[in-house]
């Protein structure tokens, strides 16, 4: 027997139950889709966080308990931190500290939610974010107390405009001045406002939440990062630190993601090995024809291992035809909510999956190609 001949003997046994087979294909399909969907969350985000980092700007954070604690609830970093900071900036190569206030105006509503991020207004936003441009209005300058310049998302779902009033809690509210452009970044839905104002708000009053560094030399961040928490004794982080914690959240979470996405591709893997068992079941009387004229059971292991193999590759293309789809619907809906695409199908993505999915054939054909192999010829011909 050819090669060509085994194909096209696999193709013909698939199709010969049309019904059963697509049936069987839609539960590959549904569960590889499931897990492109799942961990391109990942991708995506990771791709934010990577393009996002140089705009987001600081080169060191210094913080009160680090990355691993996540920000604060409460503003928790002694205000007089920045002096101590600035008394060292000489010594360091420290070119600007920004002192920095941050919450997370949250909701039932997604889209009712953004980040108050206060800094000094003489300062200026683009003092931590380099790139961000004024649509309407102004931006912050020095002098300025009660008002807010809200990116682009969040003035889109807070329905704000230049001259709204926004309203930060029961006994604060502030005047919009100005609409930033939209980034497509993190940063459109951040509500910058002036670090004394945020402090009113918040009833943090000499507190902040954290001290952001611009280095005359960002190649030096490491080693400054290092003698500001020697000194200090305060958590000190470089962007690489950043990127770092990062990425280690988010493989976790595709880690957690993987294994949901895992119930479902044992379900599609089962129901793959039982199509083609009862295949092998069916079609007795075939083997045994194959066998005599030729056949070695070698060759009828292979057969039954290749319908298994074309039924998981059909289904883990189909998955990811799917999965796009999904995608597709997660960044219209995050793109809706915070301007940035959430999800992203990464070819190595892409890869995992189309491996998953022969893996999931392979191991769910061996053994209905085992049993069909070891079938004698006489056994065989012998069933009705």
Do not use: C, H
Not at 121 to 136: K, L, P, R
Not at 287 to 295: D, E, N, S, Y
């Amino acid at each position: 027997m050819q090669r060509r001949d085994l194909w096209t003997l696999a193709r013909r046994g698939l199709t010969r139950r049309p019904i059963r087979t697509f049936l069987t294909t839609l539960g590959i399909v549904v569960a590889v889709a499931s897990m492109v969907i799942f961990l391109s969350l990942g991708e995506g985000i990771r791709k934010v966080f990577n393009d996002e980092l140089g705009g987001i700007g600081p080169d060191i954070q210094v913080t009160l308990n680090g990355l691993n604690q996540g920000i604060a609830p409460q503003p928790n970093l002694p205000q007089s931190t920045v002096d101590d900071i600035q008394k060292l900036s000489a010594k360091l190569g420290i070119a600007r500290v920004t002192p920095v206030i941050m919450a997370i105006r949250g909701g039932l509503d997604p889209s009712q939610s953004a980040v108050l991020y206060g800094l000094p207004a003489e300062q200026g936003i683009n003092a931590v974010f380099s790139t961000v441009n004024i649509g309407q209005g102004r931006l912050l300058k020095a002098g300025d107390s009660g008002v807010a310049v809200v990116g682009a998302k969040a003035a889109q779902n807070l329905r704000l405009k230049v001259g709204s009033v926004l309203r930060l809690n029961r006994r604060n509210a502030v005047k919009v001045v100005g609409v930033l452009d939209k980034s497509g970044g993190l940063n459109d839905s951040f509500i910058f406002l002036p670090l004394a104002t945020m402090q009113a708000a918040e009833g943090a009053q000499n507190r902040i939440s954290m001290v952001v560094l611009k280095l005359n030399d960002a190649r030096q961040a490491k080693p400054v990062a290092t003698a500001l928490a020697n000194e200090l004794k305060l958590e000190a982080q470089t962007q690489a630190d950043f990127l770092s914690f990062a990425d280690r959240a988010l493989k976790i979470s595709d880690a957690v993601r993987f294994g949901i996405s895992l119930i479902s591709l044992i379900v599609g893997g089962l129901a793959v090995a039982n199509t083609v068992m009862m295949g092998v079941f069916e079609r007795t009387r075939e083997f045994g024809t194959l066998r005599a004229i030729g056949a070695r059971p070698s060759f009828v292991r292979e057969l039954v291992l290749t319908e298994s193999l074309l039924l998981s590759l059909v289904g883990g293309v189909g998955g990811l035809l799917l999965g796009l789809v999904g995608i597709w619907g997660v960044n219209l809906y995050t793109q809706n909510l915070a301007g940035f695409d959430a999800a992203a199908l990464t070819p190595r993505l892409t890869l995992l999956a189309l491996f998953i999915s022969l893996l999931l054939g392979l191991f769910a054909g061996l053994l209905p190609a085992r049993s069909a192999s070891r079938l004698s010829i006489n056994e065989a011909l012998g069933r009705v």
